[in-house]
């Protein structure tokens, strides 16, 4: 079995490819090796999928971190989107990559004082 970014449970983005494993895989396979010989060897079954199920939930409390950070940013914000809008005084509307394109020119947008501008 490889341990390469593949595609199924074990990888969150559809579109990883290659690379490292997944968080979500390397959790498992942690957890399956401190096991030893007790886990089945066709992890299709109940415990298996139980395994399955908490790797995933294990790396998503594992990323945190990560996630809040990027809270912090406009073009990568997802939780706080409604946070920065309410912030830049932008009405959501459309999807929610339409809302963060919004948002971040609205971030960037450089106010102007010349005359020609004012006027």
Same mark, same amino acid.
């Given at each position: 079995?490889?341990l390469?970014?593949?595609?199924?449970?074990?990888?969150?983005?559809?579109?990883e490819w290659?690379?490292?494993?997944?968080?979500?895989?390397?959790?498992?396979?942690?957890?399956?090796?401190a096991?030893?010989s *007790?886990?089945?060897?066709?992890?299709?079954?109940?415990?298996?999928?139980?395994?399955?199920?908490?790797?995933?939930?294990?790396?998503?409390?594992?990323?945190f971190?990560?996630?809040?950070?990027?809270?912090?940013?406009?073009?990568?914000?997802?939780?706080?989107?409604?946070?920065?809008?309410d912030?830049?005084?932008? *009405?959501?509307?459309?999807?929610?990559?339409?809302?963060?394109?919004?948002?971040v020119?609205?971030y960037?947008r450089q106010?102007?004082?010349?005359?020609?501008?004012?006027?």
């Amino acid at each position: 079995m490889t341990l390469n970014g593949g595609f199924g449970w074990h990888n969150p983005w559809p579109f990883e490819w290659g690379g490292g494993p997944t968080p979500d895989e390397a959790i498992y396979h942690a957890w399956r090796d401190a096991l030893g010989s *007790l886990p089945a060897k066709d992890d299709t079954g109940i415990d298996g999928l139980w395994r399955q199920c908490r790797s995933s939930a294990i790396a998503s409390v594992a990323t945190f971190c990560e996630r809040a950070v990027l809270q912090a940013f406009p073009h990568v914000a997802t939780d706080h989107l409604p946070l920065w809008e309410d912030y830049l005084g932008v *009405l959501p509307a459309g999807t929610e990559e339409e809302r963060r394109a919004d948002v971040v020119e609205a971030y960037t947008r450089q106010p102007r004082a010349d005359g020609q501008t004012v006027a």
